[in-house]
């Protein structure tokens, strides 16, 4: 029996092309999955300088001595960070600058608010505050409070509450909201000024007889929230 002509010529094409329905080809998708990441950066080599001082003007019965240092925190999409500051020379705090008015502080303050200077010989050298100076703090173009949540065994975040005068304290973190607000912001671009006002042991307690070295140090830790 014969089959009409328009059948064998589908027959045909079909007997033609098997061969090229038989290839195949693969697509895949590669990529890489990457948390966010965010970089502090302080002007002037992340040092703050105090230069030669005098221990009868900046000690203990003296004014404290002021630095301010530009700091920017750049994250590659918005991204909810704080700082938490960590004393690399937690042991040398002098104690005589435990107390708010030997600092001359008005306000509130703890002796959690005092890095340590060093120390030489037994001699403890001093103490230091660091500030996130209030109203100076710009997250992605708009103006921002400082907060801060005191660190446990879930990180922070539990409770958040205005840092109104900027002082950085061991154990807690801190970070950046809407004006007037408890509630950290996610922010691609944070600047704003760093200020440390260090004071130097009493005369008394220094006996200074030779040149001291100061050697104050802090790591500044990211927390992602």
Same mark, same amino acid.
């Given at each position: 029996?014969?089959?009409?002509?328009?059948?064998?010529?589908?027959?045909?094409?079909?007997?033609?092309? @098997?061969?090229?329905?038989?290839?195949?080809?693969?697509?895949?998708?590669?990529?890489?999955?990457?948390?966010?990441?965010?970089?502090?950066?302080?002007?002037?080599?992340?040092?703050?300088?105090?230069?030669?001082?005098?221990?009868?003007?900046?000690?203990?019965?003296?004014?404290? +001595?002021?630095?301010?240092?530009?700091?920017?925190?750049?994250?590659?999409? *918005?991204? !909810?960070?704080? +700082?938490? *500051?960590?004393?690399? %020379?937690?042991? @040398?705090?002098?104690?005589?600058?435990?107390? *708010? %008015?030997? %600092? !001359?502080?008005?306000?509130?303050?703890?002796?959690?608010?005092?890095?340590?200077? #060093?120390?030489?010989?037994?001699?403890?050298?001093?103490?230091?505050?660091? +500030?996130?100076? *209030?109203?100076?703090?710009?997250?992605?173009?708009?103006?921002?409070?400082? +907060? #801060? @949540?005191?660190?446990? $065994?879930?990180?922070?975040?539990?409770?958040?509450?205005? %840092? #109104?005068?900027? !002082?950085? !304290?061991?154990?807690?973190?801190?970070?950046?909201? $809407?004006?007037?607000?408890?509630? $950290? #912001?996610?922010?691609? @671009?944070?600047?704003?000024?760093?200020?440390?006002?260090?004071?130097?042991?009493?005369?008394?307690?220094?006996?200074?007889?030779?040149?001291?070295?100061?050697?104050?140090?802090?790591?500044?830790?990211?927390?992602?929230?």
């Amino acid at each position: 029996m014969k089959k009409p002509l328009p059948t064998l010529m589908m027959v045909c094409l079909a007997a033609l092309c @098997s061969p090229c329905l038989a290839q195949q080809s693969e697509l895949r998708i590669a990529g890489v999955i990457k948390p966010t990441a965010c970089v502090p950066q302080l002007a002037g080599d992340s040092t703050f300088d105090l230069g030669n001082l005098q221990a009868a003007g900046v000690d203990g019965q003296g004014q404290p +001595i002021e630095r301010d240092l530009a700091i920017v925190i750049t994250c590659d999409a *918005p991204t !909810r960070v704080g +700082i938490r *500051p960590q004393d690399n %020379r937690a042991d @040398s705090v002098a104690q005589q600058l435990a107390h *708010p %008015r030997q %600092r !001359r502080v008005a306000d509130a303050s703890l002796g959690d608010d005092l890095f340590g200077l #060093g120390t030489s010989g037994r001699r403890k050298l001093g103490g230091y505050e660091v +500030i996130f100076v *209030p109203g100076s703090f710009v997250a992605d173009g708009q103006q921002v409070d400082t +907060i #801060g @949540s005191r660190a446990g $065994p879930q990180g922070a975040g539990a409770n958040w509450f205005k %840092r #109104g005068a900027g !002082r950085l !304290r061991s154990g807690v973190v801190n970070t950046w909201a $809407p004006t007037g607000t408890l509630q $950290p #912001g996610a922010y691609s @671009s944070i600047s704003g000024t760093l200020r440390v006002r260090a004071m130097l042991a009493p005369s008394s307690a220094l006996q200074l007889t030779d040149r001291m070295q100061l050697d104050g140090s802090i790591t500044l830790e990211m927390h992602y929230l």
